[in-house]
Structures are given as C-alpha cells and as structure tokens.
C-alpha cells in the first residue's frame, strides 16, 4: 500500500523568504493533518482539514502560515515570510474512519 | 486543556532486561491514549492505542486514570526496539479529534 507522500524532503531557504511543502494523502483517507515538529519537541497539530474543510487550525500562525485542500485530496502548507524559528520537520499524516493517523516522512525546513 | 508529559529525554537499558517509558497526562474529560513510535531512518506509526488493550511487539501500556498516567512496558527489551517513543492523547468520543504529544523518549537497548 502506498504511503503519505511528502515533498520535498529538504528545504533550505533564507528568513524573510517563502516556501510550500506538499502533501499527497493515502488514497481515499478523508482526514488530512499537517504537524510541526520542532528539535527536540513532539508533533504539534497545526492544521486538521476533514475532506476540503478546515476542522482546526487554532495552533496555525495565520499570519504567516496557510493551508489549503482544495479537491480533498492533496494539500500544500505554505510559509510566507519564513522567521528562523519556523526551523522545524513538518509532517503530514492522514487518516480514514478507522481513524489511525499515518504519517509521511516529513519535510525538514532550515531557515537562515 | 490537553498535555502530555514524558519525564525522560534518554532511557538505556541492556538486551533482556525490563523497561518502562513513563507518561502521564492531564485532561479533565475521558481520553484516548496511544504510543507512537519512529525507529532509525522510517516514518513515525502508532504503536498501540488503550481501546485495544493488546500486546504489539511485546509492549503493552495500561491506562490509570487515578494516576493519569499510560506507561509503555516490555518485561525483556530487544535491540530492535531503540527507537523514539511518543506518547499521545485525544479527547476521548472524538474520531477525528487533535492528537497531543508528548516530547518524545529515546530508548536504546544495548546488547
């Protein structure tokens, strides 16, 4: 079976700068989750879209951060600008009604 | 509010002998409690959740409520289980609840 896709895998971008990571779910999993993961922390939920709508982004910087589903398939998490603190591995898991959450590899974002 | 609290960073014991990931947890409603685990180089998966009550690669966890705790036990650690364990919570009568984790415990197991 395939798995969450992720891409890129590395990222390397200077502050002030943009960037988009992408997310291909499981097929047919409605749930989809990006999570921020910070060195030396656990995963934080940033955003949780069931099909194309948002459920919650309450921890999503929205100043800077946004998210889209837009076919409820696959999703893009964008940065714009990026600050050195958003130096992080950033997930995306999906998850179907048996409701188990399968990550992807992740993307590690530098900034400088 | 949810949190999960996972007291030890770094946990190394020997091949055989027992270990005990610790995690405790505090939220005022009745949660879902799970392990996640990533190993060396492989994506993060849970490891067992409490509804299931079952034994995965010789781990089991129980829930104490009046503790708030869901420690991780094996009675005779492998080497094959050094990894990263992450305990996690949902709000209990939530399929598609937030996931809270905990920061993470590397075990190694030497041989």
């Known amino acids: 079976e395939a798995g969450v896709a992720q891409s890129p895998r590395y990222k390397i971008i200077e502050k002030r700068q943009s960037v988009a990571f992408w997310c291909n779910p499981i097929s047919g999993h409605a749930t989809l989750y990006w999570y921020q993961q910070i060195l030396g922390q656990g995963p934080k939920l940033l955003i949780q879209f069931q099909n194309n709508g948002v459920v919650d982004d309450s921890q999503l910087p929205k100043d800077r951060f946004s998210a889209e589903r837009l076919k409820g398939v696959d999703s893009t998490l964008k940065i714009q600008p990026a600050k050195l603190e958003d130096s992080a591995v950033y997930l995306c898991?999906?998850?179907?009604?048996?409701?188990?959450?399968?990550f992807g590899p992740g993307t590690r974002l530098t900034v400088l | 509010a949810q949190r999960v609290t996972q007291p030890e960073k770094l946990l190394s014991v020997f091949k055989g002998a027992p270990v005990e990931l610790k995690c405790n947890y505090s939220y005022s409603g009745s949660p879902e409690l799970f392990w996640y685990v990533q190993y060396s180089r492989q994506r993060l998966q849970l490891l067992l959740r409490h509804i299931s009550r079952e034994s995965i690669k010789g781990f089991t966890a129980d829930l104490n409520k009046g503790e708030t705790s869901f420690h991780l036990k094996k009675p005779f650690a492998q080497e094959e289980d050094s990894a990263m364990y992450y305990c996690a919570l949902r709000p209990g009568g939530t399929s598609y609840g937030k996931l809270t984790f905990g920061q993470g415990t590397i075990l190694t197991v030497h041989p």
């Open positions: 898991a999906s998850s179907s009604s048996s409701n188990e959450q399968f």
